[in-house]
Nanobody, 126 residues
Framework: QVQLVESGGGLVQSGGSLRLSCAAS????????TGWFRQAPGKKREFVAG????????AYGDSVKGRFTISRDNMKNIVHLQMNSLKPEDTAVYSC???????????????????WGQGTQVTVSS
């Protein structure tokens, strides 16, 4: 299995930017698709972005399209989430997750991701 560790969260003002990282260890990371999810207090976990194992296909949640960008470097076993134009409603715990990627479409449901990191807090002040 693969182990995931997130970093890069913190406090930022509205309109600012943050870059989250998800570092992987264990199995060959280039075989895994990776997704970012977030969960705010009292809300359901939400799909933020995902990327196929070769990086050729990405997907974004509607609330972050045009502001967030997901990328990966398989040589360094890392996935980044660049978050721009942050809003207070982006405040949440952000977690990366992964699954062995042998399918035609990128998964967007959190229940379909078996491997998870511990999460990192992102707080956007108004």
């Amino acid at each position: 299995q693969v182990q995931l560790v997130e970093s890069g969260g913190g406090l930022v003002q509205s309109g600012g930017s943050l870059r989250l990282s998800c570092a992987a260890s264990g199995r060959t990371f280039s075989n895994y698709a990776t997704g970012w999810f977030r969960q705010a207090p009292g809300k359901k976990r939400e799909f933020v972005a995902g990327i196929r194992r070769n990086g050729a296909t990405t997907a974004y949640g509607d609330s972050v399209k045009g502001r967030f960008t997901i990328s990966r470097d398989n040589m360094k076993n890392i996935v980044h989430l660049q978050m721009n134009s942050l809003k207070p409603e982006d405040t949440a715990v952000y977690s990366c997750a992964a699954y062995l990627d042998f399918e035609l479409e990128l998964r967007v449901r959190s229940s379909m991701y078996p491997y998870w990191g511990q999460g990192t807090q992102v707080t956007v002040s108004s």
